[in-house]
């Protein structure tokens, strides 16, 4: 499976970013957002009679939705490729990041680790949902195997998944190295959050925001995380150990076309066509789908329609004889080479 495209002429020509249409995308994301954040205030202030709490509910689900949107603005943010210019970039990422519960600085070297690494059997761990091979789970004590089950449980990633991820880890400094501009982030980040905080709680109705925000978070993360597993897990996935890695080959092979109507595309900034971001990171949402259909990636892709989508939560684990990523139950029936100790550890960090 391979594709031609101009690298290099390519990224001087129009596929890289415009000021004017990102400027564009950042307005019509901000103004999705400020609209459904001021119906859900306006229907909380209201709540009177438990009809009322159910709207209100409901306006918080749509700012979840937007914040689908604008966390994935934050990650074009994170690669440079939203605005021309690297401090433009940072400056905007970083203040989305705050409506996003997420330290700009710190997400964006996990995300580019990711990038880096994704597919790569011998460096995975960082930026990614942790994938053991089928020998190193063979290999596991029952707790671990307990403790990988639960780990990769559908109903643990998207219920409790944005919880840890968005509203406990994303807070805990020591999470990035002490002095750096990661961890830096992190308590500017918190800071941002606590004045927020506290200027919420300054009105009656102060604890219904804090509690519709997180709502809020809970559906934007749990869409995020659906997002996030699909583009990477699913049965053909591409996993090689490094001395076979290829990164041209782990974005073609190893990260999925999700189908969805171009209305659907739009909410989601594009992030469905997720092969073509990974092979050229640096072209921006609002062109991702021209460059595809330019460079024909859509013949080329590992297509996924929506009704697909609860097939990939039922694969765990990849297996190196079928180069496939296979359920746990299929362990019993598949016999693994001898671990070589790549995914042991990551249970004991």
Known sequence: MHAT????????????????????????????????????????????????VVWALGAWMLVGISIVRLFIIQHDCAHCSLFPGR?????????????????HAYWRRTHLAHHRTSGNLDSRGMGDIHTMTVAEYQALSVKHK????????PWVIILLGPIWQFVIHFRL??????????????????????????????????????IGYLVAMQVAGS???????????????????????????????GSSHLVLPRCLEWLVAGINLHHVHHLVPWVPNY?????????CLDQTSIRL??????????LH?????????????????????????????????
């Open 305 to 314: 329609l929506p009704c697909e989508i609860p097939s990939c939560f039922r």
């Open 317 to 349: 684990l990849y297996s190196e004889t079928s180069q496939q990523m296979v359920p746990l139950k299929a362990t019993h029936d598949i016999p693994g080479p001898p671990a070589p100790g790549r995914g042991g550890t990551w249970l004991n960090r």
């Open 5 to 52: 495209f101009e690298s290099s002429s390519s990224r001087k020509s129009h596929w890289v970013p415009s000021f004017r249409r990102g400027l564009l995308s950042l307005v019509m994301t901000l103004v999705l957002y400020l609209v459904t954040l001021v119906l859900a205030i306006a229907l909380t202030l209201s709540t009177d009679h438990w009809l009322s």
């Open 223 to 253: 869409i995020g995380l659906v997002l996030f597993y699909v583009q990477h897990q699913f049965e053909s996935a591409y996993w090689r150990p490094r001395s076979e890695w290829s990164r041209k080959e782990a974005a073609l092979c």
């Open 173 to 210: 400094p020591w999470i990035a190295p002490a002095g750096s501009r990661e961890r830096a982030s992190i308590y500017l980040t918190n800071t941002f959050l606590v004045t927020l905080l506290l200027a919420a709680f300054q009105f009656e109705s102060g604890i219904k925001f804090v």
């Open 146 to 153: 307990l403790f990988y089950r639960l780990y990769r449980n």
């Open 87 to 103: 401090r433009l970039n940072r400056v905007i990422g970083t203040l989305l990041g705050v409506l996003c519960l997420t330290p």
């Open 287 to 295: 062109r991702l789908r021209q460059f595809m259909l330019h460079h």
